[in-house]
């Protein structure tokens, strides 16, 4: 069954540090998406970015770079120069493939980031 | 261009009432998706909507869930009568394509005493 695993409850990060998330995913779909997203304490969920199955170059918005090992079956973000705007959680999901029609994204249990001044 | 908005952010409420939870989802965007996190768990689907109609609701947990998409604009999903372990939060999410990034509202967080 497809799952997406983010072993880091919580990390801290200096202000101006770089820092991965990690994001391990399994399935056995050749085709699916994976994505990041950000929920700060507001409570709103941002998306960040976004890798195909396909995509020969790991995505990049901004400061968020999407570290894609296929092989490994690992999407771990990397936020660089960290600010501390960036506390908050992150979810790695994954959009499996479909044949309903519908594309369900699902989701790991998130990594709580805390960046310190 | 308004994000996806959900309405109440909060709602408690005690064992057997009826709660109703509004999503309405970025303008134009004909899929509409609802998740729920319950605490410490995995965000997980719900359903699905295509326009009004329902394309997926495989993730409903039982019948006391009822969920609409009546014009195919917002959305509601009613929790009747609610249980304890209906609390958690519960996200909307709205894509313009089937494969097309999810964009998510706040959530409402629904806790049932």
């Known amino acids: 069954a497809q799952k997406i695993t983010q072993t880091q409850p919580g990390m801290f990060v200096q202000e101006k540090e770089a820092v991965t998330l990690d994001c391990t995913y399994d399935?056995?779909?050749?085709?699916?998406?994976l994505f990041w997203y950000k929920q700060p304490s507001s409570g709103e969920m941002i998306f960040l970015i976004y890798?195909?199955?396909?995509?020969?170059q790991n995505a990049t918005e901004g400061r968020y770079s999407l570290n894609f090992q296929k092989a490994r079956k690992s999407a771990n973000l990397v936020i660089s120069a960290s600010q501390l705007g960036d506390s908050a959680m992150y979810f790695c999901?994954?959009?499996?493939?479909?044949?309903?029609?519908?594309?369900?994204?699902?989701f790991g249990t998130g990594t709580r980031l805390k960046v310190l001044a | 261009e308004a994000g996806v908005t959900q309405f109440p952010s909060h709602s408690v409420i005690e064992k057997g009432q009826t709660v109703t939870l509004r999503c309405d989802p970025i303008?134009?965007?004909?899929?509409l998706y609802w998740y729920r996190r319950v605490m410490g768990k995995e965000i997980k689907f719900l359903l699905h909507?295509?326009?009004?109609?329902?394309?997926?609701e495989s993730g409903m947990p039982n019948n006391r869930f009822l969920a609409e998409r009546t014009g195919g604009t917002y959305s509601t999903l009613k929790v009747q009568p609610a249980e304890l372990e209906d609390s958690g939060v519960y996200f909307c999410?709205?894509?313009?394509?089937?494969?097309?990034?999810?964009?998510f509202g706040p959530g409402t967080r629904l806790l049932v005493l």
């Open positions: 303008s134009g965007h004909d899929n």
């Open positions: 399935t056995s779909d050749p085709s699916y998406g």
């Open positions: 999410a709205s894509s313009s394509g089937l494969q097309e990034t999810q964009y």
């Open positions: 909507f295509v326009k009004e109609s329902k394309q997926d």
């Open positions: 890798q195909g199955s396909y995509d020969q």
């Open positions: 999901a994954m959009r499996e493939g479909s044949t309903s029609g519908t594309y369900k994204y699902i």
